[in-house]
């Protein structure tokens, strides 16, 4: 895309660090204002000073997602703060390598929630005011949404229930001026994926099977496709899931 666009306003949740930041940063950009959304609240500050520093115009909003009184809020200190809303990019993402025998209940809700949840509760505060600006969202997903991925469980059952969220919104939809679609990355080298620590006895593999044969990717790689589906260049784009993901879902 050429140039940079202006007007525009985004919020992204996850900014504080990894891919959520990358892609705050790919949306700056293009002139896109940000209102980002995390629990991390001093890696926040942190994001959005140094966004504002390079010329955005952006805000931060430190909440856990996982309660949904908190989505609401943000998306109401988002259009209180710029006026509008045109982009919302659920990009906050919770994983922890276990056997599945052995995930804590607790644990298994929390990543119901971040993952699977919050997106929802996003999309229907953002509806409105998506629909005013004929706005668009995008959910960032994981090969563990269209594949089977060990020791991980959970996560994929919530990124696959945010694979169903997308398309079952984009066909409910399909008539309004939205625009619904998702991103599916693969491996990267976040700092997520740095600290995620392996339980005893797990057979690697299992985990080789949908780590790939190609490097990570950067996050700026795959931010890059997510600013490119929520910009107005991909305007005929509804209701799809880009895979990000080296080729591993491929076959």
């Known amino acids: ?25 790919a949306l700056a950009a293009q002139g896109v204002a940000l209102m980002l959304v995390d629990v991390l609240a001093e890696r926040l500050e942190e ?81 409105p005011h998506l629909l005013e600006s004929h706005g668009n969202m995008v959910n960032v997903l994981s090969q563990s949404a269209l594949m089977g991925t060990s020791y991980i469980v959970p996560y994929g059952m919530s990124k696959a229930a945010l694979l169903q969220m997308t398309r079952s919104l984009a066909i409910e939809y399909v008539e309004q001026p939205i625009r619904i679609n998702a991103v599916a990355p693969g491996g990267m080298m976040t700092e997520i994926s740095a600290e995620a620590r392996m339980p005893e006895g797990v057979n690697f593999a299992k ?8 490097p990570p990717a950067a996050p700026a790689e795959v931010a ?17 899931v880009w895979t990000a993901d080296g080729g591993v879902t491929a076959g």
């Open 1 to 25: 895309m050429s140039g940079r666009e202006t007007g525009r306003v985004a919020l992204v949740t996850g900014a504080a660090r990894g891919l959520g930041r990358a892609i705050a940063e």
């Open 207 to 214: 985990i080789k099977r949908y780590s790939g044969e190609r």
């Open 47 to 127: 994001t959005r000073a140094a966004l504002a520093a390079g010329g955005a115009a952006c805000a931060a909003f430190p909440a856990d997602i996982s309660e949904r009184a908190n989505c609401l809020a943000a998306v109401a200190a988002a259009v209180a703060r710029f006026g509008r809303l045109d982009v919302l990019v659920n990009a906050a993402g919770l994983m922890r390598f276990n056997h599945a025998h052995e995930v804590p209940e607790d644990e298994f809700w929390r990543i119901m929630q971040v993952n699977a949840a919050a997106p929802f509760w996003f999309f229907q505060a953002a509806l």
């Open 224 to 240: 890059a496709v997510v600013a490119f589906i929520a910009s107005p260049a991909a305007s005929g784009v509804h209701g799809a």
